[in-house]
């Protein structure tokens, strides 16, 4: 046998005697590594879980407007049995109802239009209130022009927007929904003088408002149909207009 050969031979067997005392040998008593590549049982448990999560139903309008009836949410609440079962009747007139989005959109119609109207500005009400309820305000922003005197009204938070009724009638659905609000307001007259509030002190106002729409109606806004003051003292930013 060439020198060569006994060489390689003897380096092969050194190799096998070095990785045998330090992997060892097999001898059936071993505990088996887990394949990765296969699932155990409780991996597979694991996995049903997840495929039974995934497969829950998504939270649908019905449970949305279930949920807030029991558990108000932040600043927003339904009031009574009778407003949460009118809701329930809106969500079924109309499929894309949500009773969150439409609260949130609620709270900022009703900051925009009793700042809007402080302003004077119509364009803005227009869009946002019923031909009835804009006659009101645009009447009394022209009868406060012809005084000369300016408004100012500022909305800081929205503390509270209570669903207290709800229905559907000849196929329009209308919301009523009492917002407290803190603000400031102040009337100045031709002159520039404070005639009415002031500028740094925070008032609380409480307005009831009820928003309508036609559920079958391609434009999704809802519009204000009537605004009027919670309380017989308190303070009156904005016009009061009943339903027509």
């Known amino acids: 046998m060439p020198a060569d050969l006994i060489v390689y031979a003897l380096v092969a067997a050194g190799l096998v005697f070095w990785l045998r005392s330090i992997l060892g040998t097999r001898h059936g008593d071993e505990q088996e590594r887990p394949n990765p590549y296969v699932q155990t049982e409780q991996s597979a448990d694991s996995s049903a879980d997840n495929l039974y999560l995934a497969d829950e139903k998504p939270i649908t309008p019905e449970d949305s407007i279930l949920a807030l009836a029991e558990n108000k949410t932040g600043n927003l609440s ?52 019923t031909e009835g309820v804009y006659s009101a ?83 999704p806004r809802w519009l204000v149909y009537e605004t009027r003051d919670d309380l017989e003292d308190d303070n009156t930013t904005i016009p009061n207009k009943g339903m027509d």
Do not use: Y
């Open 78 to 129: 339904v009031e009574n049995k009778t407003a949460e079962n009118g809701l329930l009747d809106i969500s079924k007139a109309d499929k894309k109802f949500d009773i969150n989005v439409f609260l949130m959109g609620a709270q900022d119609a009703f900051a925009f239009i009793v700042e809007a109207f402080g302003e004077g500005d119509k364009e803005t009400l227009k869009n946002l209130l």
């Open 137 to 219: 305000f645009e009447g009394a922003i022209d009868e406060r022009d012809k005084r000369g005197e300016n408004m100012v009204t500022e909305i800081h938070a929205i503390k509270k927007a209570e669903v207290t009724g709800a229905r559907i009638e000849d196929k329009k659905a209308f919301i009523t929904v009492r917002f407290t609000a803190d603000e400031t307001s102040v009337v100045k007259d031709e002159d520039g003088e404070i005639i009415e509030g002031h500028p740094d002190k925070i008032t609380q106002m409480r307005d009831v408002w009820t928003f309508g729409r036609d559920v079958n109606a391609k434009d």
